[in-house]
């Protein structure tokens, strides 16, 4: 083995990142240079944006370019070819190569031969059972997202443009911006959450309506978000938002004055 220290060579990290929950960080620490290399772009648990925004060093696959590697392949073009790798980074169940035939100790035993080091990571624990993107979507799913956010590392975000809306919320002291979900991110459960939403540099305190709001139903989607103590024009600028805590589930109001009786118990419940 040559003497190149550990904090001198190049590291990549192999895997899905569907999100970058907690079992998938273990896998991008341990050296001073990691190229994330992304090979699975689903975005269901954090979209593309906001993941290059967190990780500029990440690398996204393209299908074409992998589909039919056999594994020797991807080693050997990708891993050392294109990225001159001294150290691969990735989790214990990671398949790669055509028809995933090859393993993460299939890969060990081929680049010890070529003074590369590989690094398994084992599966991490919540309550007893291993992180995994499938079990973060199916809390997001559920509304328990407070569940998700534990197993994210961080709280479930998104951010997309604001629109115009039908002004309704401002003629009843509750004035709120109306976003859709971006494309292929998990959609939530139906409900009022308790959320933080993001204006430029400055957090605030707000609470989010995600779903078709009953009391005048929309077809698709809609993500509406009262921002506590903003007064401001946010049409067509990019607000992101963060899902803390599920509150209750949509409901249909009989009247305007039982509406904003609602609101003000949802906005009193927010500390």
Same mark, same amino acid.
């Given at each position: 083995?040559?003497?190149?220290?550990?904090?001198?060579?190049?590291?990549?990290?192999?895997?899905?990142?569907?999100?970058?929950?907690?079992?998938?960080?273990?896998?991008?620490?341990?050296?001073?240079?990691?190229?994330?290399?992304?090979?699975?772009?689903?975005?269901?648990?954090?979209?593309?944006?906001?993941?290059?925004?967190?990780?500029?060093?990440?690398?996204?696959?393209?299908?074409?370019?992998?589909?039919?590697?056999?594994? *020797?392949?991807?080693?050997?073009?990708?891993?050392?070819?294109?990225?001159?790798?001294?150290?691969?980074?990735?989790?214990?169940?990671?398949?790669?190569?055509?028809?995933?035939?090859?393993?993460?100790?299939?890969?060990?035993?081929?680049?010890?031969?070529?003074?590369?080091?590989?690094?398994?990571?084992?599966?991490?624990?919540?309550?007893?059972?291993?992180?995994?993107?499938?079990?973060?979507?199916?809390?997001?799913?559920?509304?328990?997202? *407070?569940?998700?956010?534990?197993?994210?590392?961080?709280?479930?975000?998104?951010?997309?443009?604001?629109?115009?809306?039908?002004?309704?919320?401002?003629?009843?002291?509750?004035?709120?911006?109306?976003?859709?979900?971006?494309?292929?991110?998990?959609?939530?459960?139906?409900?009022?959450? *308790?959320?933080?939403?993001?204006?430029?540099?400055?957090?605030?305190?707000?609470?989010?309506?995600?779903?078709?709001?009953?009391?005048?139903?929309?077809?698709?989607?809609?993500?509406?978000?009262?921002?506590?103590?903003?007064?401001?024009?946010?049409?067509?600028?990019?607000?992101?938002?963060?899902?803390?805590?599920?509150?209750?589930?949509?409901?249909?109001?009989?009247?305007?004055? *039982?509406?904003?009786?609602?609101?003000?118990?949802?906005?009193?419940?927010?500390?």
């Amino acid at each position: 083995m040559n003497d190149i220290k550990d904090n001198e060579r190049i590291a990549v990290a192999l895997g899905d990142f569907d999100g970058m929950h907690l079992a998938h960080k273990t896998v991008i620490t341990g050296a001073s240079k990691v190229i994330i290399y992304c090979v699975n772009n689903r975005f269901s648990l954090l979209q593309k944006s906001i993941f290059e925004k967190r990780y500029p060093n990440v690398v996204f696959a393209s299908f074409d370019e992998i589909k039919n590697c056999s594994g *020797e392949e991807f080693i050997n073009n990708i891993l050392l070819g294109r990225f001159h790798a001294g150290i691969v980074l990735c989790g214990f169940n990671f398949k790669f190569g055509k028809n995933a035939s090859w393993s993460a100790l299939d890969m060990r035993n081929y680049l010890e031969k070529k003074d590369v080091w590989v690094r398994i990571l084992d599966h991490q624990d919540y309550k007893g059972l291993p992180i995994s993107s499938t079990r973060i979507r199916e809390c997001v799913k559920s509304g328990e997202i *407070e569940e998700a956010n534990t197993m994210l590392g961080y709280n479930f975000t998104f951010e997309s443009e604001v629109m115009s809306g039908d002004k309704r919320g401002r003629t009843i002291g509750y004035p709120t911006i109306n976003q859709h979900l971006p494309e292929g991110l998990t959609v939530p459960k139906y409900g009022v959450y *308790e959320s933080r939403a993001f204006v430029g540099e400055r957090e605030y305190k707000a609470f989010t309506n995600i779903g078709i709001r009953p009391s005048w139903r929309v077809d698709k989607t809609l993500c509406e978000t009262h921002i506590f103590g903003f007064d401001g024009d946010l049409y067509g600028k990019t607000v992101r938002i963060e899902l803390v805590r599920y509150m209750r589930q949509e409901k249909v109001f009989a009247s305007v004055e *039982e509406l904003k009786e609602q609101l003000n118990y949802d906005k009193s419940s927010i500390v």
